[in-house]
């Protein structure tokens, strides 16, 4: 194991210095276990877990407002995208809407989504896990472009992935214009309905934007335009993947300790419940995995929980292996409808249930059930789970040692192999690199798939930071 890997690592870095410059191969093989801290939210024990992050070339990119045009054709199934831009249009027009801001996120906040919540890809064809698409009716009218506002991860793959003659792409980050101030820009003069889907953008932002667009009114839907013109296309159903309880042996923390100390919080803070939407944090409260959301280990859910009673909102298809049923029972946590979760928050404030929630981690569509029944009103503050979930125990520290050095073998074996294949003048591209990565990975014990898509770029696409091989693109 370890003084195997490291013996590999010793043989195979200097020649692997002199192959590999300019090529970037990264993956995380975890998937029914936490992602690093510094990669994204911690879900707990990192036991199941292989963890590693190569990284041999610096990517650079130069800081300009607007990216230059290379025309490119956007090839998305069904409709083109600008079929769809044409529909959705129409259904602002409908809404008495001026402008329309699609986010790339979820009912719950979150940065990777399952395919169905994409409505930033489906409406532009830009695949990164971070933008902010604007759509004007008088832009797109007097036939100018529709607007990307994305960070410098991704302007390079925007430049590649939307038709430039028809859309405008934006750079955020250190020394340029915010988002706000790009939309400002787009918008023009006068004062504009702005819409945004309720249930996509976090009470903060919310906030943020509902200052920062002034003379703007923002406008909450309580039905997404992109959404309704996805449906008539043929929009995917929800996930229905079964969840699995994350054992204790790897977990550290029983449900029950873990919800007793939620609740004192609860105590200190004057509430009564505390309302949990992101899909990280109810995996670590519940000690449950599951698969709905590719290279994650959550299920899509929501959660209450009370001074006596804990909800998870969640398919109950998901719930009915009889396993499940008993850890859910034992723990205490009673499962109601995924789809009940608004009306729900919205009975318990009637009925005078004090919320406290995190406006950074809620929706505004929450927050607006909450105020539709505000009997006692709500406390506000930073997430009660977070930190608790970030201090890792006895256990969880052992998993992620554990991980480390699984990874640490599988990937001395892809350096070994990938100096031999040179050695033997074998023709190799990045898609060949990234199998046989996660080929691997998957013959490490508690391998559960990869945390993200193994980055493997050569040459130009080094350039690229969140690059996947494709058939298309690969070198």
């Known amino acids: 194991g370890y003084k195997d890997a490291m013996a590999m690592l010793r043989l195979s870095s200097g020649l692997s210095r002199k192959l590999v410059l300019g090529m970037m191969i990264s993956s995380v093989s975890a998937f029914n276990a936490p992602m690093l801290a510094m990669q994204k939210r911690t879900l707990g024990s990192a036991s199941h ?16 407002r607007r990216m230059p045009t290379m025309s490119m054709s956007v090839s998305v199934a069904g409709q083109t995208v600008m079929e769809r831009i044409g529909k959705v249009e129409k259904q602002l027009e409908d809404m008495s809407l001026d ?3 699609v986010l790339s996120s979820d009912a719950h906040q979150s940065e990777y989504l399952c395919e169905r919540d994409r409505c930033l890809k489906y409406v532009s064809g830009f695949t990164g896990s971070a933008g902010t698409v604007l759509l004007s009716r008088t832009a797109l009218a007097s036939g100018k472009q529709a607007s990307l506002i994305t960070d410098g991860r991704y302007t390079v793959q925007a430049s590649k992935e939307l038709d430039q003659s028809k859309w405008s792409v934006f750079q955020t980050g250190a020394r340029l214009p915010t988002l706000s101030q790009y939309m400002l820009q787009e918008l023009g003069d006068g004062s504009k309905r702005v819409g945004i889907d309720a249930s996509t953008v976090s009470v903060a932002t919310w906030r943020s934007l509902q200052k920062a667009l002034k003379p ?11 959404q309704a013109v996805w449906e008539e296309e043929g929009r995917d159903s929800m996930p229905t993947g079964k969840i699995v309880e994350h054992p204790i ?7 029950s300790d873990k919800l007793a100390s939620l609740r004192e919080t609860l105590k200190k803070q004057k509430a009564s419940a505390y309302v949990v939407s992101s899909l990280d944090e109810i995996a670590w409260l519940f000690n449950i995995r599951g698969t709905d959301v590719p290279y994650n280990p959550v299920a899509m859910s929501h959660a209450i929980v009370t001074l006596d009673s ?8 998901k719930t009915r292996d009889g396993s499940m049923q008993e850890h859910l029972k034992r723990s205490g946590i009673v499962v109601k409808d995924y789809g009940s979760f608004l009306p729900e928050v919205e009975e318990m404030s009637r009925a005078g249930l004090k919320f406290f929630i995190d406006p950074a981690r809620v929706s505004w569509a929450t ?10 009103g709500h406390v506000e503050g930073s997430s009660a789970i977070a930190l608790p979930k970030a201090v890792k125990n006895e256990a969880e520290k052992a998993g992620m040692k554990n991980a480390h050095l699984r990874d640490g073998v599988a990937m ?22 990234a199998t046989r990565a996660e080929e691997l990975r998957s013959e490490q014990d508690r391998f559960r798939g990869l945390s993200f898509p193994t980055i493997s770029a050569s040459g130009p696409n080094g350039a690229i930071i ?3 091989p494709s058939p298309q693109t690969r070198t």
């Open 49 to 64: 877990a292989c963890p590693s992050r190569l990284l041999l070339r610096t990517p650079g990119w130069g800081r300009t």
């Open 412 to 433: 001395a074996r892809f350096f070994s192999w990938l100096e031999k294949s040179v050695e033997e003048g074998k023709d190799l591209d990045e898609i060949a690199a």
């Open 249 to 255: 042996e790897f977990a550290g923390v029983s449900v």
């Open 216 to 226: 703007h009114v923002l406008t909450a839907t309580a039905a997404c335009p992109v």
């Open 367 to 376: 927050m607006e059930a909450i105020q539709r029944g505000d009997a006692k």
């Open 99 to 101: 402008c329309l801001i």
């Open 310 to 317: 804990a909800f998870l909102f969640i398919q109950e298809e």
């Open 466 to 468: 969140h690059y996947c």
